[in-house]
């Protein structure tokens, strides 16, 4: 009888040894997902980074790349990263923007980069919608809304915190740029209805969030930047205004429409940065359309002013455009994507990222997507109010502002438009760089919850333009810090 229990008690132990590592697998992050070598680098991170697709409705296939803290991985939040269009990859934030890898402009080598917004948090960089960069659906239909996308993006975080059950006890925070003012807060209004999300607050930056005050305001930033003059000034205020109100937004008045297109035509047409005023363009002052290598090219990143009211008419010039080619690329206008079309294209990149063979060629935005997408939410105040209602997650809306895609006025006004208690006056924000010691940020006016801050001298690309300023920012938002 004694050598029977002590028989077991070896037994016992293996079994609960076997249990214990089922259980420890059963709450790893994905060993399938893992990027052990990655080309381009001189040398491999000390951090871990995943790269995978996401499995979500109907069939789509959305790639993540994941990439953990340099800091506390295991107690660091998670900070879901979008990029906008909408139709454009979260891989150019993560490549040219905060990610740890900044890609050169041979398309080969990446280079780390300092100030990397993972050096505090574990950052998730998703493709969105499925057709974007990576993304695909098995059924190849690319037509979706912004009801659908929300839907989708958070599917995903569900995945992904299946597949890494390890941080889904972390904070959780989602950011994103540009198109991402409408991804970022109809994706927050989902996962704040979920206890199982550990969500904290929510950041974008020069976000698209009122077509309205957007159009309003970017007639004043071009008139204020000296890129109107005296006369066309003149004739807005004449023909656009009435009782000291201007709706350059949806006026019927011919004659301000005429004026209108006049300013469309200098912000957009003649040769100007629209991601950065004061900034060059690359490759010099691009055409609309050209025709390379057999690609109908179309620069255009999708928030073209009141181009709303006149989608239809645009989609059906492109698609007729379109159809005399064999496919289409989308190409923001002074924006150099080439390095990162060669490096994400390399088959040797695509495999260490496990990129499924039916993803089609990386391109920074998918036309198919931006064409046929359904813009459902024109104004997202909605959304804020019940974020902000909560009293318990905190809001960050930023703008470089030398931005003309989605100025920093637009969004200073949206967000005065929700009418929160104010709790700091607008004033300078400092940070400290290495090299000329403390400098001013920009701007920051703080509400309750809310905080409304301007990059100084920045586009619309702050992590790329300003990124000890944007790193300085990102931090005190995380960790709660004044700015």
Same mark, same amino acid.
Not at 110 to 117: D, F
Not at 134 to 153: A, L
């Given at each position: 009888m004694k050598m029977q229990v002590l028989l077991c008690v070896p037994q016992m132990q293996v079994l609960l040894c076997v249990l214990l590592v089922l259980l420890c697998e059963c709450a790893a992050a994905p060993a399938a997902d893992e990027v052990t070598f990655l080309p381009g680098l001189q040398k491999q991170p000390s951090f871990r980074h995943f790269s995978g697709h996401?499995?979500?409705?109907?069939?789509?296939?959305?790639?993540?790349?994941? $990439?953990e803290s340099q800091n506390k991985p295991a107690? *660091?939040?998670?900070?879901l990263w979008l990029n906008g269009g909408p139709g454009c990859s979260s891989l150019d934030g993560l490549l040219t923007e905060h990610g740890p890898f900044l890609v050169q402009d041979d398309g080969?080598? +990446?280079?780390? %980069?300092?100030?990397?917004?993972?050096k505090i948090a574990n950052m998730l960089y998703l493709e969105s919608p499925a057709?974007?960069?990576? #993304?695909?659906? *098995?059924?190849? %239909?690319?037509?979706?809304?912004?009801?659908?996308?929300?839907?989708?993006?958070? +599917?995903?975080?569900?995945?992904f915190f299946r597949l890494f059950p390890e941080f889904s006890s972390n904070e959780l925070f989602l950011t994103g740029e540009s198109y991402g003012g409408i991804y970022i807060p109809t994706l927050a209004e989902r996962v704040m209805e979920d206890p199982s999300l550990n969500l904290q607050g929510v950041? $974008?930056?020069?976000?698209?969030?009122?077509?309205?005050?957007? *159009?309003?305001?970017?007639?004043?930033?071009?008139?204020?930047?000296g890129l109107l003059g005296s006369q066309l000034w003149t004739q807005l205020q004449t023909f656009c205004c009435k009782d000291g109100t201007c709706n350059f937004y949806n006026n019927q008045n011919q004659n301000c429409t005429e004026c209108l297109s006049e300013v469309q035509d200098i912000v957009y047409g003649s040769g100007l940065n629209m991601y950065n005023l004061y900034a060059s363009c690359p490759g010099g002052v691009p055409h609309r359309y050209s025709v390379e290598r057999g690609q109908l090219l179309i620069r255009d990143l999708g928030n073209i002013f009141v181009k709303h009211q006149v989608t239809q008419q645009w989609n059906q010039k492109f698609q007729s455009l379109a159809a005399l080619h064999l496919s289409v690329r989308l190409d923001p206008p002074c924006t150099n994507?080439?390095?990162?079309?060669?490096?994400? %294209?390399?088959?040797?990149?695509?495999?260490?990222?496990?990129?499924?063979? *039916?993803?089609?060629?990386?391109?920074?935005? #998918?036309?198919?997507? %931006?064409?046929?997408?359904?813009?459902?939410?024109l104004d997202v105040s909605k959304q804020y109010l019940k974020l902000l209602a909560a009293l318990k997650y905190r809001v960050l809306i930023y703008n470089g502002d030398v931005d003309m895609a989605c100025n920093f006025m637009g969004d200073e006004w949206f967000v005065e438009s929700l009418h929160q208690q104010v709790q700091v006056q607008r004033r300078p924000w400092l940070f400290d760089d290495d090299d000329e010691g403390q400098q001013v940020g920009g701007f920051v006016k703080e509400f309750d919850n809310i905080v409304f801050l301007t990059v100084k001298g920045s586009g619309h690309m702050v992590p790329s333009d300003k990124p000890v300023a944007a790193f300085a920012m990102f931090t005190r938002f995380i960790r709660k810090q004044p700015y």
């Open positions: 996401l499995d979500v409705a109907d069939g789509k296939h959305l790639h993540y790349w994941f $990439v107690s *660091d939040p998670v900070v080969v080598t +990446l280079q780390y %980069n300092p100030y990397s917004w993972n057709g974007v960069g990576f #993304s695909y659906s *098995d059924d190849k %239909n690319y037509k979706t809304n912004d009801t659908e996308v929300s839907m989708n993006n958070y +599917l995903a975080l569900k995945e950041a $974008v930056g020069n976000g698209m969030a009122s077509y309205e005050l957007n *159009d309003n305001s970017l007639v004043f930033f071009a008139y204020y930047h994507s080439t390095p990162s079309s060669l490096y994400l %294209n390399n088959p040797y990149v695509r495999k260490a990222l496990h990129i499924s063979p *039916d993803a089609l060629d990386w391109v920074i935005c #998918s036309a198919e997507v %931006n064409l046929n997408y359904g813009r459902v939410y």
